[in-house]
């Protein structure tokens, strides 16, 4: 029995998330299962570093699973790329140590996210990106972004879920990393931590808009860390601008 670590990118347009549902929806995770089925002769279950909402994609995402095989890694990556649709694409295996999980092994993830800042959106890039026509205060929002730096408590950026992950009682994590820069008309921003919450980088985001926007005010996120409610933050950013970067372990 082999453990095969595998990094994938895939555009999440077109799936209701990573992860299998009782509905018969098309997700990442159905679809990897699907094509192991047919190159393994059996059921293998496939575990992702993190279940990335409907329409969010991912440039590294990891995930993992455990087979009897004599095939070698090159050979599973071909046989998997010829049974995956167009919008998923495996860029490498590997086989793992045997206690290597894809989800608990994980020591940091970052994701990006895309905000298309012009006063027209793209029809190209509407699936890639958040437009706001409006100017944003890029300043401002990088200086608010800083207070989520560090080992903080992130409940006011938690959302609720109906799966239930968002019944997680420790609501802190460690974000290690928080950057924005300008790209012509993007703004991308990213960030890496430890851990995230559900919809916790979606609801970052909306927040630093509104701050971006001044529909919010200077001080908004210290705030925030400090009250500890949802409610009081911004709007949740769209999932199509979200992209899973890397998870590192």
């Not at 209701?16 to 299962?33: C, D, L, S």
């Not at 279950?45 to 890694?73: E, Y």
């Not at 970052?110 to 006063?119: A, D, H, Q």
Request: net charge positive; glycine share 8%; hydrophobic share 40%.
């Amino acid at each position: 029995m082999r453990t095969v670590k595998i990094t994938l990118e895939y555009d999440g347009t077109g799936f209701n998330g990573w992860q299998i549902q009782a509905k018969p929806n098309r997700t990442v995770q159905g679809e990897i299962e699907s094509a192991l089925r047919h190159i393994f002769k059996k059921g293998v279950r496939c575990i992702g570093s993190g279940r990335t909402d409907s329409g969010v994609h991912a440039l590294g995402q990891v995930a993992h699973f455990k087979v009897a095989t004599r095939m070698n890694p090159e050979e599973i990556q071909k046989a998997m790329n010829s049974n995956l649709p167009g919008d998923i694409s495996v860029l490498n295996v590997a086989f793992a140590k045997e206690s290597f999980h894809a989800q608990f092994s994980a020591k940091r993830k970052t994701y990006g996210y895309v905000i298309l800042n012009r006063p027209t959106a793209s029809a190209l890039e509407r699936n890639r990106c958040w437009h706001i026509p409006q100017k944003l205060n890029l300043a401002l929002m990088r200086r608010e972004a800083q207070v989520l730096v560090g080992r903080k408590d992130f409940r006011a950026f938690m959302a609720s879920d109906p799966a239930g992950r968002s019944t997680e009682k420790d609501t802190i994590r460690r974000v290690t990393r928080l950057t924005f820069r300008r790209k012509g008309n993007h703004v991308i921003l990213e960030i890496e931590a430890n851990g995230f919450l559900y919809k916790m980088v979606r609801n970052i985001t909306g927040t630093l808009v509104d701050i971006g926007l001044n529909r919010l005010p200077r001080g908004a996120m210290k705030d925030l860390l400090r009250r500890k409610n949802r409610v009081f933050a911004g709007k949740t950013a769209p999932p199509q601008g979200l992209f899973l970067i890397r998870a590192e372990y």
